[in-house]
């Protein structure tokens, strides 16, 4: 009897994306600018460290943080895991942050001063003085604010660029504030960076659920063969954060809810759910399609706007009532825009970017609504939707109609529901931030942004940036809405306008009980 020794090959491996330019695994440094603001110490340190507790690091890595901040070892080494999580006080878990501590090391300097790099220069040189072999790697994540980030980008080139191996740059939104200065600033990072060298995040590209859409629309044709405008009636893709900007007013007053959701994060989910099914799925395949289906998009007109603006509520104060916001601000904290494809697949088909702060709950969903049945056999039927939840609590759910159980003839609206907690009872989901680090450190271009989409998306929203900053005649004024409710009293009429039903159908979710019908 023959001996079966070879394993079952493993199903659904992806081949285009198992290879990538350069795969970093040893002999690598990975600096960290703006090692002591937020972002360093809430999403890029926490990620680092997960990913170096599950061995994904290159080998014998080294942590280097940079900034103004004048501190030592154990400053530095306190701030840099004071968001990581040991809730149950284990003893592995303390060891490994021990251990993810002895690999970091701090160097302060200004972000404008060659001398200051020269001097991360000589320590970065010294951590490299004990690599085996002469390869020399390094990556530079920017947790910088726009302001410091181009001279930054060429202190560094000048100072800290090694010519014995592979330089990257990982780099933060915001790109710019509109279509001229992105495009100014891309200008002059590629005088030093090329794109190669360059990974934009947009840290939804790292989300599971984000990732997951393409392989929910390419990987089955249930859901593929119904993906266009001859059977979808609307899109929503929405954003909604229970808090208000709490101190941070100043800042979000120069950049508004648009640039800080829509033109980033809603607008990438919006390619990756609409465009056309890539020749693979390697990097510059899937970025080429993404670009295509944005050029595809004219920009946002006024008459697809509805803009707000919270007001204090339930005891909690309005955004004016920040003492950081300029008095009078008419900077909106929610807008609902509509966005149209024109191209065959799409046309027609309304696209709602939905995002607002202060509102009743936190949630990001994708909502495809379906159109409705023929009619002549149902009266009042709801719509099918499907509905893809990137957080909280990831899941994909499929609104369906099936007959009433029991010996009445009757449909009634149901769900199939795929919550991840309840399926995948044993998988730890990653943090977006520790995906996105490790395809930088992979050389995995596929969830980072490409300066050609970039300068595609801006010139969506630059003409409704400037619209609603008053530089082409007077600025509209934002619909208040009450701290912790749904948005402005006017999206209901907004969404309906575009064809969107809602269920009303004593629809309880997610168990349906027959009894009461």
């Known amino acids: 009897m023959a001996h079966h020794g ?24 990975i600096v960290v600018l703006g090692a002591s603001g937020d972002l360093a110490k809430k999403k890029t340190f926490p990620a680092l460290f997960g990913l170096y507790r599950d061995d994904y690091l290159p080998k014998d890595l080294h942590i280097v943080g940079y900034a103004r901040t004048k501190m030592d070892k154990e400053e530095f080494h306190k701030r840099e895991v004071s968001y990581i999580k040991n809730p149950a006080n284990d003893d592995e878990i303390t060891k490994k942050i021990e251990a993810f501590q002895s690999i970091s090391t701090y160097v302060a300097g200004a972000y404008d001063k060659d001398e200051d790099f020269q001097n991360l220069e000589k320590h970065l040189q010294e951590i490299e003085s004990q690599y085996p072999t002469p390869d020399r790697n390094r990556i530079f994540y920017f947790a910088l604010p726009p302001s410091v980030f181009l001279s930054v980008a060429a202190g560094l080139k000048k100072n800290n660029y090694t010519e014995k191996g592979v330089n990257r740059i990982i780099v933060e939104k915001p790109f710019g504030k509109d279509l001229q200065s992105s495009r100014d600033m891309m200008a002059k990072l590629k005088a030093d960076w090329q794109e190669d060298e360059t990974f934009r995040i947009d840290h939804y590209l790292g989300k599971e659920m984000v990732k997951n859409m393409l392989v929910l629309r390419f990987a089955n044709i249930a ?58 799925f390697s990097a510059e395949d899937i970025r080429d399609e993404k670009v295509k289906v944005l050029r595809a998009i004219p920009p946002v007109e006024q008459k697809d706007v509805l803009l707000g603006q919270y007001v204090s509520a339930n005891g909690k104060p309005g955004y ?31 696209f709602i970017l939905k995002a607002g702060k202060a509102l009743n709950e936190a949630k990001v969903e994708v909502r495809i609504q379906y159109k409705d049945v023929t009619s002549g056999i149902f009266r009042d039927i709801a719509r099918n939707e499907l509905v893809i939840r990137i957080q909280p609590s990831e899941a994909v759910y499929i609104k369906m109609n099936v007959k009433t159980p029991g010996l009445v003839t009757r449909a009634m609206p149901t769900e199939m529901d795929l919550t991840y907690k309840r399926r995948f009872t044993d998988t730890k989901i990653p943090e977006a931030y520790e995906a996105l680090i490790l395809d930088a450190f992979k050389g995995d271009h596929s969830n980072f942004v490409r300066d050609d989409e970039l300068d595609a998306a801006w010139r969506i929203f630059t003409p409704i940036l400037h619209w609603i900053e008053g530089k082409d005649g007077p600025a509209p004024k934002p619909a208040p809405y009450p701290y912790g409710s749904r948005g402005p009293q006017e999206l209901e009429g907004f969404i309906n306008r575009y064809g969107f039903k809602r269920v009303e159908t004593g629809y309880v979710w997610p168990i349906t009980n027959v009894s009461n019908m």
Not at 269 to 280: C, D, K, N
Not at 336 to 348: D, H, M, Q, S, V
Request: aromatic content about 8%; proline content about 6%.
């Open 320 to 350: 004016l009532d920040d003492d950081t916001v300029p008095k009078g601000s008419v900077c909106p904290t929610f807008a609902a825009l509509t966005l149209w494809i024109n191209n065959p697949r799409w046309e027609g088909v309304p």
């Open 223 to 280: 859901f593929s063969a119904a993906w266009d405008k001859n059977s979808i009636s609307n899109v929503q893709i929405t954003f909604k954060e229970p808090f208000g900007t709490e101190g941070r007013g100043g800042y979000f007053d120069e950049f508004g809810i648009i640039r800080d959701i829509q033109q980033n994060h809603l607008l990438q989910v919006l390619t990756i759910l609409t465009m056309e099914r890539p020749v693979s």
């Open 6 to 29: 070879h394993h079952r090959r493993e199903s659904g491996l992806i081949p285009s994306m198992l290879a990538h330019s350069h795969v970093l695994s040893s002999n690598t440094l």
